[in-house]
């Protein structure tokens, strides 16, 4: 999701797949610093310091703004990136109030002490992944799901009201599901897909990289003031000033 | 120019093709091997699917057809001698029924009926020729 060199994705193994949309790992080479995109999931992240003796877990309600990061060379950390629709496994009720918060250290295996023997060096995303499904499960409903890909489909441009009519559900129920497994309103989620899809119109990933105003145009802003506010609010920074070298997590939705 | 193809983007591409030679008698020219892309025999016109996942990977943002939602804008129309015939076929095999068969004042046979993806799909009988005197 995050940093330069040393970071990789993969899939999760077909059994986590159900609550899991991204095995990630990074191991930094050398000090640095990264930004890292909101990206509306939820994590679990093993930290590893350098040289540490022990290591950290670290737990991640729906992602909604951009941090950065900074570390020193041979820290690690391992992480699994739920499904969206999967945000209640870790925090159950909680999840409306998770937003953004990040919980570290003994809070976050206070919380979910069935995850507190991943704690120890050496632990990996396997292990993660069969502790996760060793939780409590939690069925999305299938009308979530098809909003959620259906959100993803349209790059974010569905309002409520259109995603209910799509899949059949009323407006209350559907906001309703999505506070409840996603943790975000559909308007929210939406809108970080759409920040993502501008992004990658603006920069060459979709083959050349458009002007401010046809970008602005396809990700369905009313103009570039709006999409400005939107850079602003997600990534920190000026539809004009895209960090150089800033890696963009995968997306559903979006060519890599 | 030339109009090439019409490309359907759907969830699943060969349940797509194997629903329309069930459901409208028409036949595959071909789905590639990824399964995400496949063409009907149209003649020189081609019907093509495409999976909903080659939109992503081209970078376009589509409302998903969706059977449950209201249907996209926009139509594919058969043309049969036989449109009675041609839409209890379509609904026998799935299709969701819209419009049963009925004359229109200029002559044409008219059903409607909704696709396994929720596409609308017109069966209709042919326009007679008309002339541009």
Redesign the interface.
């Known amino acids: 999701m995050h940093l330069p060199a040393g970071y990789r994705e993969q899939s999760p193994s077909p059994l986590a797949a159900r609550h899991v949309e991204t095995a990630w790992s990074f191991c930094a080479d050398a000090a640095g610093t990264g930004l890292v995109l909101p990206d509306g999931r939820c994590d679990i992240i093993v930290y590893t310091p350098p040289g540490a003796a022990a290591v950290d877990l670290v737990l991640c309600g729906p992602a909604t703004r951009a941090f950065s990061l900074s570390f020193e060379a041979g820290a690690r950390w391992i992480g699994l990136r739920l499904r969206p629709e999967r945000g209640a496994l870790i925090w159950g009720e909680e999840l409306v109030r998770a937003t953004d918060r990040v919980l570290r250290g003994a809070d976050a295996m206070a919380y979910l002490p069935a995850l507190a023997p991943l704690c120890r060096l050496g632990v990996t995303g396997a292990e993660i992944e069969t502790a996760l499904d060793a939780l409590p499960p939690r069925r999305a409903d299938p009308g979530l799901t098809?909003s959620l890909?259906?959100t993803?489909?349209?790059?974010?441009?569905?309002d409520v009201d259109r995603l209910a009519?799509?899949?059949?559900l009323t407006t209350r129920h559907l906001s309703r599901l999505w506070r409840a497994h996603v943790g975000l309103s559909p308007k929210t989620y939406a809108q970080i897909i759409r920040f993502h899809?501008a992004l990658?119109?603006l920069r060459d990933?979709?083959?050349g990289g458009l002007t401010p105003i046809a970008a602005a145009y396809?990700a369905?802003y009313a103009d570039q003031a709006h999409m400005a506010r939107a850079f602003r609010r997600f990534g920190g920074f000026a539809p004009s000033g895209i960090p150089e070298g800033l890696n963009l997590p995968g997306m559903?939705?979006?060519?890599g | 120019m030339k109009f090439g193809y019409t490309i359907i983007y759907v969830a699943d591409v060969p349940a797509t093709v194997a629903f329309y030679e069930a459901a409208f008698g028409l036949s595959r020219r071909f789905i590639h091997e990824s399964d995400l892309y496949a063409e009907m025999e149209t003649g020189e016109t081609a019907i093509a699917f495409g999976a909903n996942v080659a939109a992503e990977m081209a970078g376009l943002a589509i409302v998903p057809n969706e059977p449950r939602a209201p249907a996209a804008g926009w139509e594919i129309c058969l043309v049969t001698d036989d449109v009675a015939a041609g839409y209890d076929r379509a609904v026998a095999a799935g299709c969701a029924p819209v419009a049963p068969p009925a004359e229109k004042p200029w002559g044409q046979t008219v059903s409607y009926v909704r696709d396994l993806n929720g596409c609308l799909v017109e069966i209709a009988s042919p326009m007679a020729t008309v002339s541009t005197a």
């Open positions: 098809r890909e259906a993803h489909l349209s790059g974010g441009r569905l009519r799509h899949v059949g899809r990658r119109l990933e979709l083959g396809e369905g559903p939705g979006m060519p």
